[in-house]
């Protein structure tokens, strides 16, 4: 298994302001992955974070509005950029222990954003 | 395009009841089905994966192909099963197959 913790738990943002979310894993993996999770709806995959190249984006995300970094293989973040209301969500931080993502996620905390 | 459906949102039963949670999918390719679930202020976790053929915490959950369906089911509640239960689906093989798709959730109470 792995631990996953995110910084921060929660935040409560200003509209026009960007946030940077943290994922740390205790153990090296492949993959990480970050979702959104809005007011009573289930998880949509953003992007799947790759070390040492740039993020695979869902449709309908971007790299403009959520710039991903993956400096090495236990650490990841997400900037929510240039906030609106409609960012308001929980973002969660996964990761996989195998090199194909049809093994079990392990899942961090979630970071519940709330922008005003 | 994936797709997965939990028709309820809400389940309710009482303590020692059979308890069955419903999930259909849509995918063209061979799909891996997953269960996970969020107990109170905890983390979402894995249940339980078609592909183990497990019994957790006395839960099971077959893949019925024909029907593209992946229920969830429990012979006898326990009030510590109360949780949001998530159905979700991956495509086997790997590369752009991985992703993982989500249902809606349902949440089960379970009365004493």
């Known amino acids: 298994s792995a631990v996953i913790s995110q910084k921060p738990s929660r935040d409560i943002c200003q509209r026009g302001t960007s946030l940077t979310i943290q994922c740390q894993v205790d153990?090296?993996?492949?993959?990480m992955f970050w979702y959104r999770q809005q007011p009573g709806q289930s998880l949509t995959l953003i992007a799947t974070?790759?070390?040492?190249?740039?993020?695979?984006?869902e449709s309908g995300f971007v790299i403009d509005k959520f710039p991903i970094s993956r400096p090495n293989l236990t650490f990841s973040t997400l900037t929510v950029s240039n906030m609106s209301p409609e960012d308001s969500s929980i973002y969660l931080c996964?990761?996989?222990?195998?090199?194909?993502?049809?093994?079990?996620?392990?899942f961090g905390p979630g970071t519940r954003l709330t922008v005003l | 395009a994936q797709r997965v459906t939990q028709p309820e949102k809400l389940l309710s039963v009482f303590k020692g009841a059979p308890v069955e949670l419903k999930c259909n999918y849509s995918y063209s390719g061979s799909p891996e089905l997953f269960w996970y679930v969020q107990y109170s202020r905890q983390r979402l976790q894995l249940l339980l994966r078609h592909i183990s053929r497990e019994s957790i915490k006395g839960f099971t959950a077959d893949l019925n192909k024909g029907e593209t369906s992946f229920h969830l089911k429990k012979p006898f509640a326990q009030e510590e099963d109360s949780a949001m239960y998530y159905c979700a689906l991956s495509g086997m093989g790997g590369g752009s197959n991985y992703k993982l798709t989500f249902g809606k959730g349902t949440l089960l109470t379970v009365n004493p």
């Open positions: 974070a790759n070390q040492g190249s740039e993020a695979t984006y």
């Open positions: 153990s090296q993996v492949t993959m």
């Open positions: 996964s990761v996989s222990l195998s090199r194909t993502s049809t093994d079990t996620q392990y």
